[in-house]
């Protein structure tokens, strides 16, 4: 089954843990970024990637990291987080863009404390 | 930058009827992609339709339509004959052409749709 998965799906962690939220795709698909939604502002992107070693900030990249080393995966690193950074992830993967359909992952709830 | 601007936080309807969600955008591009995704109480981010900006025709799948105007910058997405499985937030998002799309989507803010049976 084509699919974009996440993991966890649920983290409560204390501020200054470092983390890592893994997404994977099956689909062989170039372009994954990463997502943060946040009630009453939709959703905005974090980082983006458009294929192995090329990734680039989208509109909310501080605070995060991430990484590009084999096309199906697409970790996002908090190195200390931050309670501002309590939200809910997704993880979406694509044909090379643009506008290609984008595939989302079910979702991280974080939540820092 | 694009901006998307949904103006109707929240709207509910009787199984059946037919309701329209109002999705507009700001942007100098003049080549871009338009999406309606869908989000049930599950959480998953579902496409609903795609619309290339080049394209005159209104895209529709099966009873979602949009009413697609270009120089208005306004792309609204119909529902006919609502079913109790279209309550969820629905979020219009923009692509744009320029830059490969890398950029990815911008979304709305979102519009919560409730059918009432």
């Known amino acids: 089954e084509a699919q974009v998965t996440q993991n966890p799906r649920y983290l409560i962690t204390v501020t200054g843990k470092k983390l890592t939220v893994t997404c994977s795709q099956n689909m062989n698909h170039e372009y994954m970024s990463w997502y943060r939604q946040d009630p009453g502002l939709g959703l905005r992107q974090i980082y983006y990637s458009m294929n192995v070693e090329v990734t680039d900030k989208g509109d909310v990249p501080e605070g995060y990291k991430v990484s590009r080393k084999e096309k199906r995966n697409f970790p996002l690193i908090l190195e200390s987080p931050s309670p501002n950074q309590t939200s809910l992830y997704f993880c979406?993967?694509?044909?090379?863009?643009?506008?290609?359909?984008?595939?989302f992952g079910p979702g991280t709830r974080l939540t820092v404390l | 930058a694009q901006t998307v601007t949904q103006s109707q936080p929240e709207m509910s309807v009787q199984e059946a009827e037919t309701v329209t969600l109002s999705c507009t955008y700001d942007?100098?591009?003049?080549?871009?992609?338009l999406f309606w995704y869908k989000q049930p109480p599950s959480r998953q981010m579902i496409l609903v339709i795609r619309?290339?900006?080049?394209?005159?025709q209104n895209a529709t799948e099966n009873r979602f339509s949009v009413n697609f105007q270009k120089a208005a910058k306004s792309f609204s997405l119909k529902i006919s004959d609502s079913q109790l499985g279209d309550t969820a937030m629905y979020f219009c998002a923009f692509m744009k052409d320029s830059g490969g799309g890398a950029d990815g989507l911008t979304f709305g803010k979102g519009t919560h749709l409730i059918i009432q049976p």
């Open positions: 942007t100098s591009e003049s080549n871009y992609y």
């Open positions: 979406a993967s694509s044909l090379s863009p643009p506008g290609n359909e984008q595939f």
């Open positions: 619309q290339e900006a080049y394209k005159q």
